[in-house]
């Protein structure tokens, strides 16, 4: 749905422009990146458990910002009364597709690690129908909507974070042999 620019505080109605406003930052897209790949959902882990190592005021401006733009959403943790779960939003899902291709082109043109570029190798080998598959999972979990496609066997993070964790092992045994 596009959005009338002529009268807002945008400044120009170019969709690279107008996205980069939302997530031009590249603390705005490690939040989501963890919250999609490592099903990080509240702040504590979202804040403990990336590599890149946020900090805390930065992580809190980030998530009312990414709430306030509804890419994710905020509600109360019912199992304690000062947490929040933060979910994603469908606009939040639908950037799949472009974490997918941000991740082929790093593979492609940057010094990345085996270990944490394994993910984006095949989310760019599965193409389009894993990305819809893992999308449908994200919809399931974030949103609470029936799966579209019930799951045969291993969800896609699942079989993501698997690859990762085989890269791990060997990388290990390599360096202990």
Known sequence: MAADTENSAHRSGC??????????????????????????????ELLSNSEE????????????RLVAEEVISRRDDPSHKQKAIYSLTEKGIALLPVFAM??????KWLPVTEELSIRAALLEEGGPELWREFMDELRAEHLGTPPAHPQNGTGVRERL?????????????????
């Open 15 to 44: 969709p690279i422009n107008l996205t980069l406003e939302v997530l031009g930052d590249k603390w705005s897209l490690i939040v989501v990146r963890d919250m999609m790949f490592g099903n990080r959902r509240h702040f504590r």
């Open 161 to 177: 974070q698997s690859a990762y964790e085989q890269v791990v092992a060997r990388r290990e045994k390599t360096a202990h042999s």
């Open 53 to 64: 190592g946020i900090a805390s005021n930065i992580l809190a401006d980030r998530l009312r």
């Open 102 to 107: 941000i991740g082929a082109w790093g593979r």
